[in-house]
């Protein structure tokens, strides 16, 4: 990997840390106070342009509420060889075709937002149903 260039699988991570921590209603400078950093810090780590460390992730895992996994999870397959293991220094080109995570797009965390400010859980259980056999209809998995 080229000097300067963030892995791929450090963005993934911080990119984990931002969803949890923006479902979670956290600001970056909360999120800091609580791990003993700066926001510039936490903001480094978001983009994957400073690695976290296994202590810092066992740490975010605590405060975040979630497994350590949590920060590993729908890793894109581009990020991973036959064997499962990661993939060290993708091609550019190979970067390229990488997805964004819709996770952590904005539409989707003010749709969770507003699906559970549904109080009844009948009328949530019913608009899951529904959203799942629109995409269904519409040709989405």
């Known amino acids: 990997m080229p000097p300067g260039v963030p892995n791929p699988v450090d963005i993934h ?3 984990r840390v931002r969803l949890r921590r923006t479902l ?3 600001s970056q400078e909360k ?6 950093l700066t926001f510039q810090q936490i903001q480094k780590y ?5 690695r976290i460390g296994a202590s810092r992730v066992y740490q975010l895992s605590r405060i975040l509420d979630v497994p350590v996994s949590y920060f590993f999870e729908d890793m894109p397959a581009g990020l991973k060889t ?3 293991q990661v993939a060290i220094g993708l091609r550019e080109r190979d ?3 990488i997805e964004p995570d819709p996770l ?6 003010e749709l969770v937002r507003a699906y559970y400010r549904i109080a009844s859980p ?7 149903e529904l959203t799942k056999s629109l995409a269904a209809f519409s040709g989405g998995s």
């Open 95 to 97: 970067q390229k075709t």
């Open 46 to 50: 978001e983009r994957g342009a400073n």
């Open 24 to 26: 979670l209603g956290l």
């Open 104 to 109: 952590a797009r904005r539409e989707t965390l």
């Open 13 to 15: 991570v911080g990119a």
């Open 122 to 128: 009948r009328v949530r259980k019913r608009l899951f």
């Open 82 to 84: 036959a064997e499962g």
């Open 31 to 36: 999120l800091g106070e609580a791990v003993g």
